[in-house]
């Protein structure tokens, strides 16, 4: 799923959460694991990919293009969930029941709409424990492909829009309206 698609329903989430429980620990919870558990990507991309143009922009478009080399993703793995859950079970933390409740959807919501980038089972990939017995390496764990095209500008790659194929309709590359698509 997109980031966007993950952001709108953490919101929806959270709204929900809020207008029924009137918690903001639990509320904290599920807007960290609904939305902000994607933090293991920036992670990865600055200490596993070793880049550095932290622009939004540019991390967006390096995941989205489909050059990344590594896939540690700590945050997405079902151990970390089963520990997570076993925790927030004998806890009752409210904040850390909100974390597994928004980080399942966000899992859930990834199953849901991920399983075109991974040529082998989705299911296998959210573990930690397989990535790491591929040694992370994303050639393996999400194949080899051609660079995804990525919609231009950010809040339409953010919100998940696809790159369009130019129509026969459309303008020379010359062409004013060419240039303000641009």
Do not use: K
Not at 87 to 115: E, I, K, Q, R
Not at 146 to 161: D, E, I, L, T, Y
Not at 176 to 181: D, Y
């Amino acid at each position: 799923m997109s980031p966007g698609g993950h952001l709108v329903t953490t919101l929806a989430v959270c709204a929900a959460g809020a207008a029924a429980t009137e918690s903001w620990p639990l509320v904290v919870g599920l807007a960290a694991g609904g939305f902000w558990i994607d933090v293991d990507h920036a992670v990865d991309y600055v200490v596993v990919e070793g880049q550095r143009d932290l622009r939004p922009s540019a991390f967006l478009r390096y995941y989205l293009s489909g050059r990344v080399r590594r896939t540690v993703l700590v945050l997405h793995s079902w151990e970390l969930f089963a520990a997570l859950v076993a925790l927030a079970w004998l806890s009752g933390a409210p904040w850390l029941l909100g974390y597994v409740g928004g980080a399942m959807m966000h899992l859930a919501l990834d199953l849901a709409f991920n399983g075109e980038y991974t040529p082998n089972s989705l299911l296998l990939f959210y573990s930690f424990a397989y990535r790491a017995a591929h040694r992370f390496d994303a050639s393996i764990l999400l194949g080899v492909g051609p660079p995804r095209s990525v919609a231009p500008g950010f809040w339409r790659a953010f919100f998940g829009a696809a790159e369009a194929e130019p129509s026969v309709l459309d303008s020379p590359p010359g062409h004013a309206s060419a240039r303000r698509r641009g």
